[in-house]
């Protein structure tokens, strides 16, 4: 029956994942409203009402529904990594395609940040450190957060067996995969943008 445990750990991580941020923050609900699928995503939110403290605050809530799931799934299956695994992906997929906004959600970082800080912070750390070192020398946010997550599997693995274990590089690989993948997405809309600014005589 472990299989259907880990359906049920799985449900219930993809529907506190997939809680948007507008139906806890009414700030946001009329600008939800305004975006093509009703969502509540901080980057679509940001480029309707441009307001900076829109990043902070959707940010934090979703943080907050990672570090959740982390939290009940650590708190009644203690030890047992495949269940997390199910939490977190479920955690994940219920972000980037959430069944309130037509499949249509963020990319899933601030979500899984939640939950890793709670499973090992270091992995936090380290991404932190490495977006921060290339977004000083890009400054580029999104391509500084592409790397970030690209090269994070990397030194888990070439270090696995000193500082991580096999089962920390199994929990990272989907997670970075999918994240990557939906940040990658954007790339073409901030291309786009920067194009308008330069044509705007802005940038």
Do not use: C
């Not at 990397?154 to 199994?170: K, M």
Request: charged share 15%.
């Amino acid at each position: 029956m472990e299989w259907f445990l880990s359906l049920i750990v799985f449900g219930g991580a993809y529907l506190i994942g997939s809680i948007p941020a507008a139906l806890f923050l009414p700030a946001f609900k009329k600008e939800a409203r305004k975006t093509k699928s009703g969502e509540a995503g901080r980057h679509h939110i940001y480029r309707i009402n441009k307001k900076r403290w829109t990043w902070t605050l959707i940010s934090g809530f979703n943080f907050g529904k990672g570090l959740l799931t982390a939290y009940l799934t650590l708190k009644f299956f203690p030890g047992d990594f495949y269940l997390l695994l199910s939490a977190i992906m479920g955690l994940l997929l219920g972000e980037v395609f959430p069944i309130w906004s037509g499949f249509n959600g963020g990319s899933g970082l601030d979500a899984a940040a939640g939950a890793l800080f709670l499973v090992n912070p270091f992995l936090i750390l380290i991404w932190a450190a490495l977006f921060l070192a290339f977004y000083l020398f890009l400054r580029q946010r999104v391509i500084a957060a592409l790397i970030a997550i690209f090269v994070l599997p990397l030194i888990i693995f070439l270090t696995r067996h000193i500082y991580f274990t096999d089962n920390t590089l199994l929990l990272i690989l989907p997670v970075s995969m999918l994240i990557f993948q939906r940040i990658l997405e954007r790339v073409p809309d901030l291309v786009r943008e920067k194009s308008v600014k330069i044509q705007n005589g802005e940038g």
